[in-house]
């Protein structure tokens, strides 16, 4: 081919230039690969909502610590809870006869962000770590400390395939440069 490009666009190729390409994630339709973050970031961002609407969700649930019930229609209509004290912490609530105030269950709790962590590991599944090491959380490993403090077998070994993918483009370059075939190895990551 002597032209690349789109049509109305024609761009003589150079035919005195070389072109050392390398892909990574190779995907049909993407002839230089995926980017590395490209399948995380819809996760990310479901992830970051979630922990927002989480942060909503405990300051709410903050904002009411008692309910009061009542054990008549007109009292619910009249019910009042009257705080004496100086509008800080320590205060008394009087109520009328007939009512109740109760502490809710969810007083004093804070939204489940555990319940998120499944997202997160998609996040970490496309970026091809442990979601221990995403979220720096040992919680994520079952409490394993050491779990947490060492690479897996799973990111180990994509660790490896990128640094072979490295290595061979490296070669490639240095047998193009110099016609001489070389070894590229990377030290042991253990």
Same mark, same amino acid.
């Given at each position: +081919?002597?032209?690349?490009?789109?049509?109305? *666009? +024609?761009?003589?190729?150079?035919?005195?230039?070389?072109?050392? %390409?390398?892909?990574? &994630? $190779?995907?049909? #339709?993407?002839?230089?690969?995926?980017?590395?973050?490209?399948?995380?970031?819809?996760?990310? /961002?479901?992830?970051?909502?979630?922990?927002?609407? #989480?942060?909503?969700?405990?300051?709410?649930?903050?904002?009411?610590?008692? +309910?009061?019930?009542?054990?008549?229609? !007109?009292?619910?209509? &009249?019910?009042?809870?009257? =705080?004496?004290? &100086?509008?800080?912490?320590?205060?008394?609530?009087?109520?009328?006869?007939?009512?109740? =105030?109760?502490?809710?269950?969810?007083?004093?709790?804070?939204?489940?962000?555990? #319940?998120? /962590?499944?997202?997160?590991?998609?996040?970490?599944?496309?970026?091809?770590?442990?979601?221990?090491?995403?979220?720096?959380?040992?919680?994520?490993?079952? $409490?394993?400390?050491? $779990?947490?403090? &060492? =690479?897996?077998?799973?990111?180990? /070994? !994509?660790?490896?395939? /990128?640094? *072979?993918?490295?290595? %061979?483009?490296? !070669?490639?370059?240095? +047998?193009?440069?110099? #016609?001489? %075939?070389?070894?590229? $190895?990377?030290?042991?990551?253990?």
């Amino acid at each position: +081919k002597t032209e690349i490009g789109d049509v109305g *666009n +024609k761009v003589p190729v150079a035919k005195d230039r070389t072109l050392i %390409d390398q892909t990574f &994630n $190779s995907q049909v #339709g993407w002839p230089l690969g995926v980017p590395d973050g490209l399948a995380a970031i819809v996760w990310a /961002r479901i992830y970051s909502e979630l922990m927002t609407h #989480g942060k909503v969700m405990t300051e709410s649930l903050a904002k009411f610590a008692m +309910k009061v019930t009542t054990n008549s229609k !007109a009292g619910a209509t &009249n019910v009042g809870v009257k =705080l004496a004290g &100086n509008g800080g912490s320590g205060q008394t609530a009087v109520i009328g006869s007939g009512q109740d =105030l109760t502490p809710l269950s969810s007083a004093g709790k804070a939204y489940d962000f555990g #319940g998120i /962590r499944a997202v997160a590991a998609m996040v970490a599944t496309a970026l091809e770590v442990s979601i221990v090491h995403l979220l720096s959380d040992p919680g994520a490993a079952g $409490s394993s400390y050491g $779990s947490a403090s &060492n =690479l897996d077998l799973p990111t180990k /070994r !994509a660790m490896v395939s /990128r640094q *072979n993918l490295w290595g %061979d483009y490296v !070669a490639r370059v240095i +047998k193009w440069a110099t #016609g001489t %075939d070389v070894d590229v $190895s990377f030290p042991a990551l253990d």
